[in-house]
């Protein structure tokens, strides 16, 4: 069983972006900090620090289109990653390995570029490369 979540929150480091043959890899630390009433006015509560971790198209679009300072809604699986050190200390962090993330529209405007598909990808083109060939049945 999988730990879906959906988060919101500002991007809270440059994203650091890494690519070689045939992936991508993006991430960055996602600031979660909750607004509170206390004594009749509006506070910031403590703010929970989580990383995100993006893979391939994904990784791409958010390299282009996020960040640092930009209100996200991030989608994924929430991950523990561990390690240990060079003394054997032991050390762990949540990680959202997000399926889906872009701006939070109810804290600002965005514009959506679509990426361009590969002519393979694209259904009309399929459909007119088989239709010159005399094969109405395929797409």
């Known amino acids: 069983m999988d730990a ?9 480091t440059d994203v650091e972006f890494s690519s070689g043959d045939g992936w991508s890899y993006a991430r960055f630390r996602l600031a979660c900090t ?10 910031d509560g403590d703010t929970t620090w989580l990383n995100v971790r993006a893979r391939n198209a ?22 523990t990653h561990a390690w240990s050190n060079a003394d054997g200390e032991k050390f ?11 701006h939070d529209l109810s804290r600002g405007t965005s514009t959506f570029t679509r990426n361009e598909r590969a002519d393979s990808e694209r259904p009309e083109v399929v459909l007119a490369a088989n239709q010159e060939q005399g094969d109405t049945d395929a797409a």
Request: charged share 25%.
């Open 34 to 43: 909750p607004r509170l009433i206390r004594n009749s006015e509006w506070v």
């Open 4 to 12: 879906q979540i959906t988060l919101s929150g500002n991007v809270g």
């Open 58 to 79: 994904t990784a791409l679009n958010v390299k282009e289109s996020i960040k640092k300072g930009d209100p996200v809604i991030v989608t994924g699986k929430l991950r």
């Open 92 to 102: 762990d962090r949540l990680v959202v390995e997000a399926s889906s993330l872009g």
